[in-house]
C-alpha cells in the first residue's frame, strides 16, 4: 500500500463500517457488529496495556464490568440518559485503573499476570457480595431500557445503536493510534522492551505505567457501558473469567502492538466461538486453547503481522 | 471456642492441599520463572482419570498409583513439547501458552467427563468423626497424605543426587550444563514432579469440593497466594504459606468476611504481600544487576 493510500484506508473502513451494516445486515447481525465493536474497544484497551507496555494484563474485564456497571446503575438508579453516563464510566474507570497500576507497578510479568487473573476470578464475588446489593441488584443484575434514534432519524433503535457504538468506538480508535504513534507510544514500547535504556532516557517508568493502566481501564470501561447499553443487561456471572481471557484471546489473534488487530481480535471473538459453538458446547474453550497455543508458536506478532507481511512484499 | 478450634483444623487440611499445590507452583517457578497457570487444571484432569479408574473397578489405591504416573508424564510432556522451545520467547508467549492449556483442559474435561458434579471417594472411610468430633477421617488421611508428599519431596531434593542435580539446573542453569547436569532433562522432570504433587493435591483434595472441571480456581489461587506469602523463591516458606492462607481462609470464611467473598480474601492476601513484602516471610529479596 502507498502512503497515501494507507492514510486513507481506515477512514474509508469508517465510512463502509457505517454505511453497509445499516443497508444489508438483518438486526441480529446488527446487534453482533455492534458487540464487535464494543469488544474491538476492549481489545484496543488491552492492547495498549499488554501489546504496547508489556504489562500483561488478565484481569481487563474486571474493568469491563465496572464500565458496565456505572453505567447501568446511572441508568436504572438515577435516570441519566445513556450517552451522559459514558464520561462517568470512562472517569470512574480510570480512576480504578491508575490505583490497581500503582501496585502492579511492584509486580514483575509473571506476578501481574497472576494478580490480574485473580481479580478475574474474585470480579464476579465482589459484584454479587450484599453491601453493594442495593445498587448492584445482586445475583438478579439490572435490567436497562434500549435507546431510541434521537432527532427523529429514520433509524430503528438496533441501527441506532450500532451506529451510536460506531462513533464512539471511531474516535477512541483515533485517540489511541494517535497516541501510539507520538511520544507517548514510543514511551511505552520503550519501557516494555528496553526499561533500564528507557529509564536512562529520561522516560518516568512509574508515571507511564500507571498512566497506560488508567487508560486502558478508561477503554475497557467504555466499551462496557456500550456493551450494557447493547445487551441491555448486566448480571455479576457474565463478568468473569471467561470475559478477560476473551479479551486476552482477542489480543493475541489481532496482535498486541497494533491498532488495527484490535478490530481483527474483536472478529474472532465474536463470530469464531459461534461457529465453534456448533460443534460442541464445550468446544470454544479447546479451539480458543489451541489457537492461543498455534499463534504463540507460529504467529506471535497476531493476525495485523501478517498484514503487515504481506503489505511490505507488495510496496 | 470448640468453633474456633474446628475452623483451625479444618484450615490445616485444605492448607495442606494448597500446601501441595504452592510447591508444585514453586518448584517451575524455580526453574523457569514461570508461574504454570494451567497447574490446577492438570490437577483437575488428573483426579478425572483417577475417578474413572475407579469407576472402571480399580480398587482406589491401585488407582492413585496408576494416577500419579499418568500425572507425571503429561506434565513432562507438556514441558518438552510446548514450554521448551518458548524458554527464551517473552513472557506474554508463556503466559498464553499457560492460558491456552487452561482453557484445553478445562473444555476437553467438560467434553469427555461433562460439567455436572460428581462425588470422589475417600479412601479413609466416611466413619464418625475422630478425637471429639473436630476432625473428620478424611481431613486427618489427606493431611497425612500432604504430610508425606511433602517430606519426600524434601528428602528427594535434600538427599538424592537427582535432587541435587535438579536444584543445580534450576539455581545455575549454564554452569550446572558445564558440568554435565542435563538442564533440559532436569526442567522436565521438574513439571513431572509438579504434576505428579498436583494430581495428588486434587486427589485429596476432590472429596471435600467435588469434582467438577472448574474445581481448582479457586485452590490455585490460594495456593498461588500460599506461595507469595511464604516466599515464592523458597519452597518450604511455601509449604508454610499454603497453611497460613487454609487457616486464614477457614477463620476469615467462618468469622469475618463469609463465605461469599473467599476467593477476594485471596486476592487481598495477593495484592498485600505483594506491595508490602514481595519477598514474602522466608523468600530471599531478589536483587537483580543492570
Request: aromatic share 12%; hydrophobic share 55%; proline share 5%.
Amino acid at each position: 500500500m502507498n502512503p497515501t493510500l494507507s492514510r486513507v484506508f481506515p477512514w474509508l473502513f469508517f465510512a463502509a463500517a457505517a454505511v453497509l451494516p445499516l443497508l444489508f445486515a438483518s438486526d441480529y447481525r446488527l446487534f453482533q457488529l455492534t458487540m464487535v465493536v464494543v469488544y474491538a474497544v476492549a481489545v484496543l484497551g488491552l492492547n495498549l496495556l499488554t501489546g504496547y507496555n508489556g504489562q500483561v494484563s488478565l484481569g481487563n474485564g474486571a474493568f469491563y464490568a465496572i464500565g458496565a456497571y456505572t453505567t447501568a446503575i446511572l441508568m436504572d438508579k438515577f435516570g441519566v440518559p445513556y450517552w451522559a453516563t459514558l464520561p462517568f464510566s470512562a472517569l470512574v474507570c480510570a480512576g480504578v485503573g491508575f490505583l490497581i497500576g500503582l501496585p502492579a507497578l511492584r509486580l514483575g510479568g509473571m506476578y501481574l499476570a497472576l494478580t490480574t487473573f485473580a481479580l478475574a476470578v474474585a470480579t464476579p464475588q465482589l459484584l454479587k457480595y450484599k453491601l453493594f446489593e442495593g445498587w448492584t441488584g445482586g445475583v438478579q443484575g439490572i435490567v436497562i431500557d434500549k435507546p431510541d434514534a434521537p432527532f427523529g432519524l429514520p433509524l430503528n433503535p438496533d441501527q441506532w445503536l450500532y451506529l451510536f457504538c460506531l462513533l464512539v468506538g471511531g474516535v477512541l480508535f483515533l485517540a489511541a493510534s494517535n497516541m501510539v504513534r507520538g511520544r507517548i507510544g514510543r514511551a511505552m514500547r520503550a519501557i516494555r522492551d528496553q526499561p533500564t535504556a528507557a529509564e536512562a532516557m529520561g522516560i518516568d517508568i512509574a508515571m507511564f505505567k500507571t498512566r497506560t493502566f488508567a487508560t486502558s481501564a478508561l477503554f475497557t470501561g467504555i466499551s462496557g457501558s456500550l456493551g450494557a447499553i447493547t445487551i441491555q443487561f448486566v448480571a455479576p456471572d457474565a463478568f468473569g473469567v471467561p470475559l478477560s481471557l476473551t479479551f486476552f484471546v482477542g489480543m493475541v489473534v489481532g496482535g498486541g502492538a497494533s491498532i488495527a488487530g484490535a478490530i481483527m481480535g474483536a472478529l474472532f471473538i465474536q463470530f469464531v466461538p459461534n461457529i465453534a459453538e456448533e460443534v460442541s458446547k464445550a468446544a470454544p474453550g479447546a479451539v480458543y486453547g489451541l489457537i492461543l497455543i498455534g499463534f504463540m508458536f507460529l504467529l506471535p506478532g497476531g493476525l495485523a503481522s501478517l498484514l503487515r507481511l504481506l503489505n511490505g512484499k507488495r510496496a | 471456642m470448640d468453633g474456633l478450634l474446628h475452623q483451625l483444623i479444618s484450615g490445616i487440611a485444605s492448607g495442606g492441599i494448597y500446601a501441595s499445590v504452592a510447591l508444585a507452583l514453586v518448584m517451575i517457578y524455580q526453574a523457569t520463572h514461570h508461574v504454570n497457570f494451567a497447574q490446577g487444571e492438570m490437577a483437575m484432569f488428573s483426579t478425572y482419570i483417577a475417578l474413572t479408574l475407579i469407576q472402571a473397578g480399580v480398587p482406589y489405591w491401585a488407582a492413585f498409583c496408576i494416577t500419579v504416573p499418568i500425572s507425571f508424564a503429561m506434565g513432562a510432556v507438556i514441558q518438552r513439547v510446548l514450554m521448551e522451545p518458548l524458554a527464551k520467547a517473552p513472557i506474554l508467549a508463556s503466559v498464553g501458552v499457560f492460558i491456552g492449556l487452561l482453557l484445553m483442559f478445562n473444555s476437553v474435561a467438560g467434553w469427555i467427563f461433562t460439567y455436572t458434579l460428581k462425588p470422589f471417594p475417600t479412601p479413609f472411610g466416611e466413619g464418625k468423626p475422630l478425637f471429639g468430633g473436630f476432625i473428620s477421617r478424611h481431613e486427618l488421611g489427606s493431611t497425612a497424605i500432604t504430610l508425606v508428599v511433602l517430606l519426600s519431596i524434601w528428602a528427594f531434593f535434600r538427599f538424592t543426587r537427582l535432587g541435587l542435580a535438579m536444584r543445580a539446573a534450576a539455581f545455575n542453569p549454564v554452569s550446572s550444563r558445564l558440568v554435565g547436569v542435563p538442564v533440559n532433562k532436569m526442567l522436565a522432570l521438574g513439571w513431572g514432579l509438579a504434576a505428579s504433587i498436583g494430581a495428588i493435591a486434587g486427589m485429596m483434595v476432590a472429596p471435600v469440593i467435588f469434582l467438577d472441571p472448574n474445581m481448582m480456581a479457586g485452590v490455585l489461587l490460594y495456593a498461588f497466594a500460599g506461595a507469595l506469602l511464604g516466599g515464592i523463591t523458597n519452597p518450604l516458606g511455601a509449604v508454610i504459606g499454603g497453611f497460613i492462607v487454609g487457616i486464614i481462609e477457614n477463620l476469615g470464611g467462618a468469622y469475618v468476611v463469609g463465605t461469599e467473598l473467599k476467593l477476594t480474601t485471596a486476592l487481598f492476601i495477593i495484592v498485600v504481600v505483594l506491595t508490602v513484602k514481595p519477598a514474602g516471610l522466608f523468600g530471599k529479596t531478589v536483587v537483580s544487576r543492570v
